[in-house]
């Protein structure tokens, strides 16, 4: 029985597998420029963060239909349910698809109608974080929000992603003053590739209560200090930062030293399905590379669940800690 856990940083659009991609792509007629589900796959070499949002953008046009959601998010579900996954807090990017004129209805709805069922489906509670894309306009993300208003029962959180050097949080200043006044979580992108003050900025700014990523916080110890005294989780994605070559081997990453440092951090699979496994594979792959010890990687399933927006519900985040507590490992 694998280590029970929450996500808390996965992209759904990131988690469409190369065969349902073509499968989709065959239902809704598009052509995709690859052989097949093998050939895409050879195509997943990435040199950065950019030229993996490309890829994963034009991927996207097989996504169509509210149905096409639906299928993505229990796919989704399955697999992290076989890995573990207690309780999955998805992001998803609507820009990417009213740009391709889905409307946001369709996306939200599609992908609630599996949500909804998978605690019964799968055993997984789950939440709905919508991200504004940052090197897109301000204005964009706000009429995003404004859209997303019919949709907000299905929408705990809003959060920051895409290309993240020169598009800094402030830029988004307004769109997070006017989510939490729609009484919505607020998460953030930062520290990826941009620098560690994209991370304080980002605190400062936008009153984010989580850092995605937060990877180059260790470069400015003041920020560190910061992050331990006020235990802001950072959602960590090691295989993420190898293939996007935020690092350059798994060996290298700083994942023990930052919870050597205090830091409350957690480990998620960003985009499984480009980046070379899900949350599950992610915990095997770091305790072999940082051979981290059974009580590290019990720790890093109690902050998970720890940093979890669970506020409204501590009698769920008090069971899933003590199936953390009881679990053996074998
Ligand atoms: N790792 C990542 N960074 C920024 N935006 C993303 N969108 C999907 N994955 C992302
Ligand atoms: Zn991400």
Same mark, same amino acid.
């Given at each position: 029985?694998?280590? &029970? ?26 052509? *995709? ?35 096409? =959601?639906?299928?993505?998010? #229990? ?16 992001? =998803?990017?609507?820009?990417? $698809?009213?740009? @391709? ?15 909804? !069922?998978?605690?019964?489906? $799968? ?7 919508? /991200?504004?894309?940052? #090197? ?13 208003? &019919?949709?907000?029962? $299905? ?11 020169? $598009? ?47 990877? !180059? ?8 200090? @910061?992050?331990?005294? !006020? ?5 960590? /994605?090691? *295989?993420?930062?190898?293939?996007? !070559? ?23 699979? #960003? ?9 599950? #594979? ?46 053996? =490992?074998?």
């Amino acid at each position: 029985m694998p280590l &029970p856990k929450a996500e808390l940083h996965l992209h759904i659009e990131g988690t469409l597998e190369p065969e349902l991609a073509f499968a989709l792509a065959e239902r809704n007629a598009v052509r *995709l420029p690859y052989a097949d589900a093998e050939d895409l796959r050879k195509a997943y070499l990435f040199s950065d963060l950019q030229s993996f949002l490309d890829l994963y953008y034009g991927l996207m046009a097989v996504l169509r239909t509210a149905e096409d =959601f639906t299928e993505l998010a #229990d796919a989704y579900l399955a697999r992290a349910a076989a890995q573990g996954v207690r309780h999955a807090e998805i992001f =998803f990017d609507p820009q990417a $698809h009213t740009a @391709r004129d889905v409307p946001i209805g369709t996306v939200v709805e599609g992908l609630a109608h599996a949500l909804d !069922r998978g605690e019964e489906r $799968h055993g997984v509670s789950t939440q709905l974080i919508m /991200c504004f894309l940052r #090197d897109q306009p301000a204005e964009s993300a706000m009429a995003t929000l404004d859209a997303a208003k &019919p949709y907000l029962h $299905h929408i705990s959180g809003v959060g920051l992603d895409s290309a993240e050097v020169g $598009h800094p949080p402030a830029k988004f200043r307004e769109v997070y003053a006017a989510a939490e006044s729609l009484g919505l979580r607020k998460v953030a992108h930062a520290g990826e590739e941009g620098p560690p003050a994209y991370i304080a900025e980002a605190l400062d700014v936008l009153g984010v209560e989580r850092i995605d990523h937060g990877l !180059r916080a260790m470069e400015d110890p003041d920020l560190v200090d @910061r992050l331990v005294r !006020r235990q802001i989780p950072l959602t960590l /994605c090691p *295989l993420s930062n190898v293939r996007l !070559r935020a690092v350059d081997t798994l060996e290298d990453h700083p994942l023990r030293a930052m919870m050597d440092a205090g830091l409350l951090v957690t480990v998620n699979s #960003d985009d499984p399905a480009y980046f070379g496994g899900y949350v599950g #594979d992610t915990f095997h792959a770091v305790r072999e590379a940082l051979s981290l010890s059974h009580d590290q990687l019990r720790t890093l399933a109690r902050n998970s669940f720890q940093a979890a927006f669970l506020d409204h519900d501590e009698p769920r985040r008090e069971r899933y800690l003590a199936e953390v507590e009881s679990y053996t =490992f074998d």
